[in-house]
């Protein structure tokens, strides 16, 4: 750490869980405006892995994750944008990533606390249209 220290490389930012106040437990929406360098998370996990979902691995300080202050490591990534990401794997969160802080605005980041070894997974976001996916049924016979 002090020869990072010394170069002035990036150091990851480490929070105790004991550090979440009221406002960064549980869910929480949290809007990000990327730097030059991203939004300064490494994303690990997926939903086959024994995370069970996406989570923030790491945090850089100096990013615009580390200033907002609501986002550690650990944390489950619901949704990007809108875009749910409950059942995803982490290379398609990367993808959706990458797209996203290409995009001129906020990146709008859905997240919760990390899974316990017990914990249900959650449901899925509501999805933005209610259309249903369901094979066409076949119209009513004929009286």
């Known amino acids: 750490a002090a020869a990072a220290a010394a170069t002035g490389a990036t150091v990851a930012a480490h929070a105790a869980p004991a550090a979440r106040s009221a406002s960064t437990r549980g869910r929480r929406r949290v809007e990000l405006t990327p730097g030059q360098g991203g939004l300064g998370v490494a994303l690990d996990g997926g939903a086959s892995t024994v995370h069970r979902a996406v989570i923030i691995k790491q945090v850089l300080r100096g990013s615009a994750a580390a200033e907002c202050g609501r986002i550690f490591p650990g944390d489950r990534v619901l949704a990007v944008n809108g875009c749910d990401l409950t059942r995803a794997e982490r290379a ?21 606390d990390p899974l316990g070894p017990s914990d249900p997974l ?9 259309e249903s996916a369901a094979a066409p049924t076949s119209p009513p016979p004929p009286p």
């Not at 993808?95 to 980041?109: A, F, I, N």
Request: charged share 25%; net charge negative.
């Open 92 to 112: 398609e969160a990367l993808e959706l990533l990458r797209t996203v802080k290409t995009e001129p605005g906020p990146v709008v980041l859905d997240l919760d």
């Open 122 to 130: 959650p449901a899925p976001l509501a999805p933005a249209s209610t």
